[in-house]
C-alpha cells in the first residue's frame, strides 16, 4: 500500500490523498461502507459501486469463524470472494472485546472468546489476526487492540492502553515487508494518554524494520460528547505522522466526519448509513427523513431532490413509506443506496472544496445547516 498526500487546506489541517493498493487505488478523505460479514446488507457489489465507494470495510473476527480463513484463502481473497475486486480494510476484533466483554477473557497472549455463532470457545492473538489478514488477502490490517469504555477507571484505560501497545510490536514483527498494518491509537478521553499511545506508535518498528502503514483512531464514539471527541481527534491527529493515512474508526454522522476531515482525518466507517437505511432513516440534505413516518403516505416528491441515486430520481416518498409499511425487501435496499451515495457525494464535495481551498467555510456552513434541520425535527 501506498498513500500519496496531495493537498492540505491553508486554512485548515483538512488534505487530499490516494491510496493505492494491489487491488486498486482511491481518493481520500473516504468512507467506508461497512460491509462486516462481507456483505453490504441487501446489496450487491455493483450497486456498491455505483455509490462511489473505493473500499469497502470487514470485520476479521467474524469471517474467521465463519466462513473460516481456509474458504477465503481458497476462494482467492476476500475480495474476489465477494465479488467486490477492490480494496478492503479489515477491522481485527478489538471492538468485539468491547462489545462481546461478558464472554471474553483478555490475558497478555491474546483474547479468548466465546463463539457469538456456536459457543465453542475460541482463542485469537495479535500475530493471528496479522495472519489471517494476510491470508484472506486483506489489503489493510487493523492490528488486535484492547478497547475498554472511556468511563472505565483510569487503571483499567492504562492498561488496555498500553497491551494495544505491546500487542501492536507483536503484529508488527509477525507481518512481512508486503502488509499494510495500522496501529491503533487507544487511550479513552485522556489527551494525554492518547498522545503517548501515538507518539509510541508513530515511532515503532517490527523486529525486520517494518513501520505501521497507517494509523487508526480507536476507542471513540461509544459515550463521549461531540465536543470531547472532536477535542482528542484533533491533538491524537497531531501527532501522527503526515506522510501517512489517518483513520477515526467507527465514527459517522455527517457532522462527525466534516469535523474529523477538518482535522486531517483521511478514512472513515460507520454503520449508520446502512443500518439506520435498512430501519426507515434517510439522510438527505435537508436533514435526516424518518421515512416510516405517517406524514410521508402522500408525498410526491423524490427523497432527496438533489440526490441523483436511484432511489430519488425513480421513486417517491409515499412509495418508499409504502414499502417500508408494507415490510417490503425493496424499502431496506432503496434508502441503502440512498444513504450511502449521500455520504460518498459528500466526501466527494469536501475532497473538491479542499483543493479548492475553501473546506473550512463550507464544512461551516454544512454544520450550521445540519444543525438546523436536527433542531427542526425536534
Known amino acids: 500500500m501506498k498513500f500519496h498526500l496531495e493537498w492540505t487546506e491553508a486554512s485548515s489541517d483538512a488534505r487530499t490523498g490516494r491510496i493505492v493498493t494491489d487491488k486498486g487505488s482511491f481518493e481520500t478523505p473516504a468512507f467506508m461502507p461497512v460491509a462486516t460479514r462481507g456483505t453490504v446488507r441487501g446489496l450487491p457489489v455493483d450497486r456498491i459501486r455505483e455509490t462511489g465507494a473505493g473500499i469497502l470495510l470487514v470485520n476479521l473476527f467474524h469471517l474467521w469463524l465463519r466462513p473460516g480463513e481456509k474458504v477465503v484463502r481458497e476462494a482467492g481473497g476476500i475480495s474476489p470472494f465477494m465479488g467486490w475486486g477492490g480494496p478492503v480494510l479489515a477491522d481485527s476484533g478489538g471492538y468485539q472485546i468491547y462489545s462481546l466483554s461478558g464472554s471474553v477473557r483478555i490475558r497478555e497472549e491474546g483474547a479468548f472468546f466465546q463463539s457469538p455463532y456456536d459457543g465453542r470457545k475460541v482463542f485469537l492473538s495479535p500475530e493471528e489476526v496479522v495472519s489471517v489478514g494476510q491470508s484472506m488477502g486483506i489489503d489493510l490490517i487493523m492490528v488486535l487492540d484492547h478497547l475498554v469504555s472511556p468511563d472505565s477507571p483510569p487503571e483499567l484505560l492504562t492498561e488496555a492502553r498500553d497491551r494495544t501497545l505491546r500487542w501492536a510490536r507483536r503484529s508488527l514483527d509477525a507481518s512481512t515487508p508486503e502488509a499494510a498494518i495500522f496501529g491503533i491509537v487507544q ?48 491533538e491524537t491527529v497531531g501527532l501522527l505522522p503526515a506522510e501517512k493515512p489517518r483513520y477515526l474508526m467507527g465514527i459517522g454522522y455527517p457532522e462527525d466526519l466534516l469535523a474529523g476531515i477538518g482535522q486531517g482525518v483521511d478514512l472513515f466507517d460507520c454503520v449508520l448509513p446502512t443500518r439506520n437505511g435498512r430501519n426507515g432513516m434517510a439522510f438527505t440534505s435537508g436533514g435526516r427523513v424518518s421515512i416510516r413516518n405517517a406524514r410521508f403516505q402522500d408525498d410526491r416528491a423524490p427523497l432527496d431532490a438533489h440526490c441523483s441515486c436511484p432511489a430519488c430520481t425513480q421513486y417517491t416518498r409515499a412509495y418508499i413509506h409504502h414499502l417500508f409499511r408494507n415490510g417490503e425487501m425493496l424499502g431496506p435496499i432503496l434508502n441503502t443506496v440512498h444513504n450511502l451515495t449521500y455520504y460518498m457525494d459528500l466526501m466527494c464535495q469536501a475532497r473538491t472544496e479542499i483543493r479548492q481551498g475553501t473546506f473550512g467555510a463550507w464544512s461551516r456552513q454544512k454544520m450550521d445547516s445540519l444543525q438546523q434541520s436536527e433542531r427542526g425535527r425536534s
Not at 524494520?209 to 472532536?230: K, M, P, T, W
Open 187 to 234: 487511550g479513552g478521553c485522556d489527551a494525554d494518554a492518547r498522545k503517548w499511545s501515538a507518539g509510541i506508535l508513530s515511532s515503532m518498528t517490527g523486529r525486520d524494520g517494518q513501520s505501521f502503514a497507517g494509523f487508526g483512531i480507536g476507542g471513540l464514539g461509544i459515550g463521549e460528547s461531540f465536543d470531547v471527541r472532536n477535542r482528542i481527534v484533533r
